[in-house]
C-alpha cells in the first residue's frame, strides 16, 4: 500500500487536497468517488519527485523537515516503537496525530515503503531532503542490532537537544538584533531628515558654526548623496562574497581566519565540536563502525578546516592510530574533549564520554553566547545614546550661541 496526494471537487465544486493511501492510483481514484469527490490528480507520494500520475494540476511533494518537525517526529515514533506498536501502525499514528501536512506526507511516505517490506532507514532514503544522513545510517545500524526503540530515542534526544540550544541562540540574539535594527533606523532618520532641516537654519546665516556642527552637516549631506550608493555597495558586497565562498580554496582560508579569531573562533570551534561529538557518539552508540561513523560526522562540520582534520584522523585511525592522538594532531578541537576522548577510549565506554563532551562543549557554548549577549546589549545601548547625544549637542550648540551669530 503507497502514499498518494491528491487534488479532486468536492459536490460544491471546490478544490480540495489531501492524502490518502491505497495499493493503485485506480483504487485510489475509486476511494475518492466513495468520498463524493471528483479527482483532478493524483501522485505518489515521493520525495524525489521520480514518479508522478498523468496531472494536470500540479501538487508539492514530500520535502524537507524543519528541526521542530524531525523533532516531533522522531519523538513520536520512538515512544510509539518503544510501548510496542508495530512499526507501520506507529508512522501511521504519527501522521494522524500531525497537523503539518509535510509531515503527514512524509510519514506516509515512509510507512508506504515499510508495508511494501522496506526496512525504516532505506524507506527513509527515498525522503533525503527530510531524514539527515545521520538519522538514516544510526536507524539502519539499530535495525540490524534489534535496537531500534533504544536507537530513535537517542534520536529523539539528539533533535530535541538540537532544537532547545537553537532556540536558546535565537532568542539571545533577538534581541539585541531588535535593538540594533531600531538604532540604525533612528540614526539614519536624524542624520538623513531630521538634522537638514534643523541645522539648515544656523547654516542659512552665514556666521562660522562650532566645529561639532560643521562636521554633522557634512555627515549629513554625505549619507544624503552617497548614503543608497552604500546600501547598494554593502549588498553588492555581500553577493560576492557569497559566491566567492563556492571557491573551495577562499572557504577554506576565511573559516581559519574565523578559527583565529578571539571570541568569533571559540563560539564557532565549540559548536563544530559540540555537534560532531554527539553525532559521532549516537553513531558509535548504535553500532556504526568507528570509521564510518568518522565519515558521517564529518558531515554535520560546517568549518572547512576542521572538517579536513577529521578526514585526516579518519586515516590515521584506519592505520591504527587512537582516536584522540588522530583528531589532537590538527590542534582545532578543545583540548577538554581530546582528555574526554582519551579516557573512553582506555575505559572502553567511548560512547558516554563523546555524549560527554558534547554536553560539556554545548554548556560552555550557552554561556559563551550569554555574556556576549549580555555585553553587546549595554554597549550598544552606549554607543547609540553617545551617537543621538553627539547629534544633539551640534544642534544645540548653534543656539546657545546664537546671539553671537547674529552679531
Given amino acids: 500500500m503507497s502514499a498518494y496526494e491528491y487534488s479532486a471537487l468536492d459536490t460544491r465544486g471546490r478544490q480540495v487536497k489531501g492524502l490518502i ?4 492510483q485506480r483504487q485510489v481514484r475509486q476511494l475518492l468517488r466513495d468520498r463524493s469527490l471528483t479527482p483532478l490528480e493524483i501522485k505518489e507520494v515521493d520525495d524525489k519527485g521520480s514518479r508522478s500520475s498523468r ?7 514530500g520535502g524537507s523537515l524543519n528541526s521542530t518537525e524531525l523533532s516531533l517526529f522522531t519523538r513520536q515514533l520512538a515512544t510509539l516503537t518503544r510501548s510496542g506498536l508495530p512499526l507501520d501502525e506507529a508512522l501511521a499514528a504519527v501522521s494522524q496525530q500531525s497537523e503539518s501536512k509535510r509531515v503527514q506526507r512524509v510519514t506516509l511516505g515512509v510507512r508506504s515503503r515499510v508495508t511494501e517490506g522496506n526496512s525504516l532507514a532505506r524507506a527513509m532514503g527515498e525522503f533525503p531532503g527530510a531524514f539527515p544522513t545521520l538519522f538514516r545510517a544510526t536507524i539502519e545500524a539499530g535495525e540490524s542490532a534489534g535496537k531500534l526503540d ?5 534520536l529523539a534526544d539528539y533533535a530535541e537537544r538540537s532544537q532547545a540550544i537553537r532556540s536558546k541562540v535565537m532568542l539571545a540574539t533577538f534581541y539585541p538584533a531588535i535593538l540594533t535594527f531600531v538604532a540604525i533606523g533612528v540614526i539614519s532618520l536624524l542624520m538623513s531628515y531630521v538634522v537638514p532641516k534643523v541645522v539648515g537654519v544656523f547654516d542659512s546665516i552665514g556666521a562660522d558654526l562650532p566645529p561639532l556642527t560643521k562636521g554633522l552637516i557634512a555627515t549629513s549631506e554625505f549619507l544624503q548623496h552617497f548614503g543608497f550608493g552604500i546600501f547598494i555597495a554593502l549588498l553588492l558586497g555581500v553577493f560576492v562574497f557569497r559566491r566567492a565562498l563556492r571557491n573551495d580554496g577562499f572557504r577554506r582560508k576565511y573559516h581559519l581566519w574565523v578559527l583565529r579569531l578571539p571570541l568569533i573562533g571559540r563560539l564557532v570551534r565549540g559548536a563544530n565540536t559540540g ?3 554527539r553525532t559521532l557518539g549516537i553513531l558509535f552508540g548504535a553500532g556504526v563502525p568507528i570509521l564510518d561513523a568518522l565519515r558521517i560526522g564529518s558531515q554535520v562540520v560546517e568549518n572547512l578546516p576542521m572538517k579536513e582534520a577529521i578526514d585526516a584522523a579518519a ?22 574533549t581530546m ?10 565506554k567511548l560512547d558516554d564520554m563523546l555524549d560527554r563532551a558534547a554536553e560539556n562543549q554545548e554548556r560552555e557554548l550557552e554561556t559563551l553566547i550569554s555574556a556576549l549577549m549580555s555585553l ?32
Avoid at 586515516?315 to 577538554?336: D, H, Y
Avoid at 582528555?339 to 572502553?348: D, K, P, V, Y
Avoid at 546589549?377 to 549637542?393: A, D, Q, R, S, Y
Fill in 275 to 277: 555537534r560532531f561529538m
Fill in 55 to 61: 496531472a494536470n494540476l500540479p501538487i508539492t511533494r
Fill in 376 to 407: 553587546f546589549e549595554p554597549i550598544l545601548i552606549l554607543t547609540m545614546g553617545t551617537v543621538v547625544l553627539l547629534i544633539v549637542l551640534a544642534i544645540l550648540l548653534p543656539i546657545f550661541n546664537l546671539n553671537q551669530l547674529v552679531q
Fill in 315 to 336: 586515516k590515521r585511525v584506519r592505520e591504527g592510530a587512537s582516536l584522540n592522538k588522530s583528531l589532537a594532531e590538527s590542534r582545532l578541537f578543545p583540548p577538554i
Fill in 150 to 154: 533504544s536507537v530513535l530515542e537517542r
Fill in 21 to 24: 493511501e491505497g495499493d493503485t
Fill in 339 to 348: 582528555h574526554l576522548i582519551a579516557s573512553g577510549e582506555s575505559s572502553g
